[in-house]
């Protein structure tokens, strides 16, 4: 196999199988930290052996077999020294001839390994952020660049949070569990939330080649489907599979041929998925009928199920958006929010009325270097018949752009403003 197609090969396998990969390592070690390092091992194998021997049949497995192999290697050796070193401790489950017994860890359900290893990692002995990180690279499998990209940080700065992080975890002797009770209930919001940023990177990815991947937008609502399960009760993690349902079933409509991002207003709908739409209301009026009050993501997902009841862009119903961005603004304020609402009220009341709620964001630190602000006042400006200043934007917004098809959009835009 061709070096070039093997390493395009390898990482795609690994962008699908890193998080199942990571979390039946964990459950086995205890120790994420060392279950991210041996799941590295078995990659640096993969690149040894893939380009000249071929894809196996099965990738997963034969990463997954791999990463077995050199456990039961750590976990003997750790054996050897503990005998010598009689103070230490051998915490692997054993069997009954004293030896570790991976297969019967290792390949236990792997939606649980999974669920298991983000709560591992939302455990409060990490700060929030930190958290965040160490999910996002664990189970979303970014790079540390794309991660500090998100957090608007240097790369050795979110490298070394990542490193603190997975130290304090071990350091805590976290289990590697879902817990149950209070204690559920506690990580649970962190738990939402990376599974969201999980989901909004495969939506639309903040670097790359590729705007849409696809794969990891899916384990993120795989995931969130899991953990509705588990918390049937909790009007918020209904809320968040409503939204990730109503938002995946457009996805169909949101790329051309060539891969070009397709924006909401110029997608084809006959194109949208009615079945995942049929889900997402559905999550949705389950997540009404507890009432439990409206939270962010039950917000967010009725917002988006008026994009997908109308069955042209112009049937939206932008008044009834633009009130639920305000109801969003009011109860759980961030600059992403108020640049949303911007667009709403744009569209609802005019793009005079989107340029005024724009303008207090101008100053705001996370935003300087986000590039849907200027590529927002763009668009309201080039409604405005502003062509001049909208092309400024879009030239601003395209230099900030680190997605290669985003950029390319925006670079069109500010040729033609329009």
């Keep these: 196999m061709a ?28 120790d994420v930290g060392l279950a991210e390092e041996l799941a590295q091992d078995a990659l640096v194998r993969a690149l040894s052996d893939w380009p000249e021997k071929g894809i196996p049949a099965n990738p997963g497995a034969w990463l997954m ?18 005998r010598k070193l009689p103070g230490m401790t051998y915490e692997a489950e054993l069997d009954q001839d004293g030896e570790a017994d991976p297969d019967a860890v290792l390949d236990d359900d792997v939606k649980d390994n999974v669920l298991s290893l983000i709560f591992t990692a939302c455990h409060p002995v990490l700060g929030a952020e930190a958290r965040t990180a160490l999910t996002l690279r664990m189970v ?14 240097a790369e050795a700065t979110m490298q070394q949070r990542i490193v603190r992080a997975k130290k304090a975890l071990a350091e805590a002797h976290v289990p590697f569990e879902v817990p149950r009770g209070p204690e559920r209930q506690e990580r649970l919001a962190s738990v939402l939330e990376v599974i969201y940023l999980i989901f909004n990177e495969g939506y639309s990815a903040t670097a790359g080649d590729q705007w849409l ?5 899916e384990e993120a609502l795989r995931l969130g489907r899991v953990l509705a399960g588990l918390v049937p009760d909790d009007a918020e993690v209904h809320g968040l599979v409503a939204l990730m349902e109503i938002q995946s ?3 169909a409509a949101r790329t051309a041929a060539d891969g070009a991002p397709i924006l909401l207003l110029e997608q084809d709908r006959t194109k949208w998925n009615r079945l995942a739409i049929g889900r997402g209301l559905a999550a949705l009026g389950r997540a009404v009928s507890l009432e439990q009050g ?27 958006i633009a009130r639920l961005y305000d109801v969003l603004a009011d109860g759980f304020p961030s600059p992403v929010v108020e640049l949303n609402r911007a667009v709403a009220h744009g569209m609802a009341y005019g793009p005079a009325a989107g340029l005024d709620l724009l303008a207090p964001l101008a100053d705001h630190p996370a935003m300087k270097s986000y590039h849907l602000l200027p590529s927002v006042r763009g668009d309201l400006l080039h409604k405005l018949g502003r062509e001049d200043e909208a092309r400024a934007e879009f030239r601003n917004a395209a230099a900030l752009a680190q997605n290669s098809r985003e950029k390319a959009l925006l670079e069109r835009r500010a040729a033609g403003a329009a």
Excluded: M
Excluded at 68 to 82: C, M
Excluded at 213 to 217: D, S
Excluded at 298 to 319: E, G, N, S
């Design 65 to 82: 077999q791999t990463a077995k192999r050199r456990a039961i290697d750590h976990f003997r050796r750790s054996r050897v020294l503990a």
């Design 140 to 153: 979303g499998g970014l790079s540390t660049v794309e991660i500090a990209r998100a957090f608007l940080t």
């Design 3 to 30: 070096g070039d197609s093997a390493q395009r090969a390898i990482e795609a396998v690994w962008r699908i199988e890193a998080a199942r990969l990571v979390g039946g390592l964990a459950k086995f070690t205890r």
């Design 249 to 251: 079933s457009r996805n």
């Design 294 to 320: 409206a939270g962010p993501y039950l917000v967010q997902a009725a917002i988006a199920a008026c994009h997908a009841r109308a069955a042209k862009a112009a049937d939206t119903d932008w008044r009834e």
């Design 213 to 217: 991947r696809a794969e990891l937008a």
